[in-house]
DNA sequence: GTCTATATCGGGATAGAC
DNA sequence: GTCTATCCCGATATAGAC
């Protein structure tokens, strides 16, 4: 939980974020994570106990520190149209590090939705508060009337979906070359706030 | 395969079919899904022999009912505008009968990508053909001017993504209220193809 | 064709030596 | 703190009675 622990620790938690992200809870091996930190089974007991402890861990950390990241943006002072291409920008940013986050993330929201409701309370998440001010700025008529959640949820959709897809998008779309699709990604940074801004602006 | 085989056989893929989209392949259990289907797992064996062969039946019947009912309405002769109009709407009222749907594709691709593959060119999935449909409209002027790519993922993710996070965003923006959440999918019906197109015509 | 009983194995977890 | 060996349960799969 702080910030040295021990090398090891780090070391397990390492491997079972690689094994966990790509298989998933049900699909990853205490076995595997082990082979993939380099050690047997039983250190991973001896530092987190159980399976689930473990892949708890993970996942609080993943979330803790991938959330805020792409939160904060959201509640600035800037303009509507600045906050929508700084959050865009930010997210498929954040995202591209880790892009199995989103599938991972997609995965536990319907294995475990509570787990991920208390997630987003604790790191004060208040879908809310941004409800409220994408509501006052159609008010002020800076952007065309729409009902705010759907805009947010479009707004998440189109930084998400690609992620999610990824496997396949690559191979029917862009002849399986990573290379290809990995630009493909960058270009969505100004494509996709482009689009949503194109959408809402008053004209 | 054929149209009817044995009642049993279709209690069994029904109860399959529940289960498979629910837990996703590694969660899945042959005792829930015989439980399920009020039978023993000896029955279930004795008719697909393998959980793999079992989850693949079951696959591929949703994957063949799904993708063609969707497509169809992307290579028409109509304008893009009904083009898409028809296709959201189209996908939208298929997938709400079994919303587990695109998670559990979502899940499979990035588990097992080259599976989706050949189904996709099973079913005669031609992503080129749609691409340069686009494009067309885009060289007559008909829309902006865009990487058709981008379109066709921009569609797909406003359509999918309110599924596949479904239980998160019932929870966090209708407190919980399956009711509320449904209409608000079938709002989106005309809301994701108004989005669109506001964003791509010419003014 | 459907059941009960059982074989077999994989995987999470623990004991105990070092 | 790290290892090997082992326990034990749960899950897939099969044998065999009816």
């Known amino acids: 939980m702080s910030l040295k622990e021990t090398d090891t620790e780090q070391i397990i938690l390492n491997a079972a974020k690689e094994v966990f992200f790509k298989k998933g809870y049900d699909g990853a091996r205490m076995q595997e994570i082990a082979d993939e930190a380099g050690m047997n089974k039983a250190l991973l007991h001896y530092y987190f106990r159980s399976k689930d402890k473990l892949f708890e861990a993970i996942f609080n950390d993943a979330f803790q520190r991938f959330v805020p990241k792409i939160v904060e943006k959201m509640i600035s002072n800037i303009s509507i149209e600045e906050k929508i291409e700084a959050f865009v920008d930010n997210y498929i940013t954040v995202i591209m590090e880790v892009p199995q986050i989103p599938i991972f993330i997609l995965t536990e929201i319907n294995r475990n939705p509570e787990r991920i409701v208390g997630m987003m309370k604790k790191v004060g998440m208040q879908p ?15 952007i065309i009337d729409i009902n705010p959640r759907h805009l947010l949820i479009n707004i998440l959709a189109l930084c998400v979906f690609p992620f999610a897809g990824k496997p396949l998008m690559q191979i029917m779309l862009f002849n399986n070359n990573p290379g290809s699709y990995h630009d493909f990604l960058l270009e969505r940074k100004k494509e996709v706030s482009q689009f949503i801004i194109n959408s809402i602006k008053n004209k």
């Open 128 to 142: 809310d508060l941004i409800i409220a001010g994408i509501q006052n700025d159609i008010d002020e008529g800076k």
